[in-house]
């Protein structure tokens, strides 16, 4: 079976006419019509029923013509993927990673990555949700790492990753530090400090109120760093996700596991990516996290 037989079959079906796909694959309509029998005498089916001069697709036809549009559109990947990795010196990988999200997965995967695959260039972007979810739609990055908050999307992969604990940050001189584990109702009266821009704090504050369930007032930081040193300060607790307990920036910052009911809540994770830019390093970015994650 030729590409070139099924390039042939499609622009049949697609122009409704063998003269006009004749005209768009440059070729006569003799030549078309032999292409279309010699795929059906290949098969051993038939893929369309001639009328005169007009023709009815096959049940058989119907399948053939979709799932070939699928195998096209994965060849012409594959061809692009292909050159990519020949121009080693072109190839890039552009990341995203969670902001709150503070275990070493993503880091030990980049490393992973980066020593397989020396002549990939990696750039990482870091964001909340909806920093992330905006990059990926307009193809700023390639994959992420980002926490569930919509219904799994047919567009793109969703690769689930895991379910991992929540914990808060907060300032070692704050009385709640002495807890070996805090419930988000002992923080009703505790201000929550959360990265977000003016236009997503709306977002933000819906999804940490009614979905992770925090009460109490929300503060808002343009980034980690000025979110942690308003913890440092004792604004407010700082809730993030990943492994590991104890202290941070020496002893200024702790880390708590946040309960609900006495039991540590969880939030999934997953790697998003573009169907239609799920090339050979994101593919193979995506395995390598998934498999640290297994660990």
């Known amino acids: 079976m030729l590409l070139r037989q099924i390039e042939h079959f499609q622009a049949v079906i697609e122009e409704k006419s063998f003269t006009e796909a004749a005209e768009k694959c440059h070729i006569s309509q003799s030549a078309i019509s032999q292409s279309i029998k010699s795929l059906e005498d290949e098969l051993g089916v038939k893929l369309l029923t001639r009328k ?4 009815d697709v096959t049940e058989a036809g119907e399948y053939f013509y979709k799932k070939s549009l699928v195998i ?3 060849l012409d990947t594959l061809k692009k993927e292909t050159k990519k990795i020949d121009k080693k010196d072109v190839a890039e990988l552009s990341l995203g990673l969670l902001v709150s999200y503070d275990g070493d997965e993503f880091n030990r995967a980049m490393a992973a990555f980066s020593e397989k695959y020396p002549e990939v260039s990696i750039s990482v972007i870091s964001g909340n949700h909806e920093d992330l979810y905006e990059a990926l739609v307009s193809g700023k990055i390639d994959i992420a790492l ?3 908050r919509r ?4 567009a793109y992969e969703n690769l689930i990753l895991e379910e991992n604990y929540c914990f808060v940050e907060i300032a070692t001189h704050n ?3 002495k807890l070996d584990k805090i419930d988000i109702e002992d923080l009703k009266n505790t201000p929550c400090i959360l990265i977000a821009n003016k236009q997503q704090q709306d977002e933000e504050r819906k999804y940490y109120r009614d979905i992770v369930g925090f009460k109490s007032d929300f503060l808002f930081a343009e980034n980690l760093q000025e979110a942690r040193m308003m913890v440092v300060s004792n604004k407010g607790i700082f809730p993030v996700e990943g492994t590991g307990t104890g202290s941070f920036f020496g ?10 009911g006495g039991n540590q809540i969880k ?3 997953c790697a998003f990516w573009q169907k239609d830019n799920s090339g050979f390093y994101v593919e193979e970015f995506a395995d390598i996290l998934k498999s640290m994650f297994g660990m």
């Open 72 to 74: 096209l559109s994965d």
């Open 146 to 148: 980002n926490d569930q």
């Open 251 to 260: 002893a200024t910052l702790k880390r708590l596991p946040l309960t609900r």
């Open 267 to 269: 939030r999934r994770y």
């Open 151 to 154: 219904a799994f999307s047919d």
């Open 175 to 177: 009385p709640l530090s």
């Open 52 to 55: 005169n001069r007009s023709f």
